[in-house]
């Protein structure tokens, strides 16, 4: 088997305090460029601190965490790492943007405003990002208009415009239906493996699970790799049922065919 080379996040021995309580003890974990991460878990578990922690939100207790070989949050990441988050798609309803300017947000620095030629760059950027999630015919567009998954691929086109090599998505596929949850899924797919995006993803989703490269699974404080994409479906799958959740069959168990 081919080494994947040298990681660029690495996670050891990690142990992480929120509100006097030990969330997370003893992570251990390894992200390499190009891969497709599923994060998955019980509400609760540690999934969005530990990716706190990677981002430098959180210090933690004990262990060591390295992004591209520096502190999260350092020179050595800053502008590698976009944060896609379920919150940056539910915007204030009397907001009224467009998609392009949504898209735009985030994407200027202060060397954009002093020179002529970055303010092309960025344009062009904004773009590509746009064309990558297949928003052209809509870019005009208020964002309150567009429907679940379409705003999705709007705040990932965002994440992309900044050239971000990592995308943390969090809950991505909340409120979407299942038609836009394969076609979005088929996006992740196709930045993953034609742009070189690595894609590290918070969900519950079993499809969306088993359309990830790699699974692991927050429980108990760790994480778990679940390398067969075996565990951590029969865990959200008990979990699902036991919310009542409308998608909790076999049939979101199987991952979308005719991938893009």
Known sequence: MMSKGKPIISVKDLKVQRGGAVVLDGVDLEIHAGDFVGLSGPNGSGKSTLLMTIIGELEPMAGSVTVFGGKPGGIASRGRIAWVSQAAAQLPSNLKISVRELVSLGTMSWIDIVLPFRRSQRHKRVEKAIRLVGLEDVA??????????????????????????????????????????????????????EEGKTLVMVTHDQAAIHQCTQCAICIDGNVRFDENHTFAPAVLQVEALSLGDEFASSERVQAPSGEA
């Open 140 to 193: 005009e567009r208020d964002v309150q208009r567009l429907s679940g998954g379409q705003r999705q691929r709007a705040v990932v086109a965002r994440g992309l415009a900044t050239e971000a090599e990592v995308l943390i998505l969090d809950e991505p596929l909340a409120g979407v239906d299942r038609a836009s949850r394969d076609d979005f899924l088929k996006l992740l797919d196709r930045l993953c493996r």
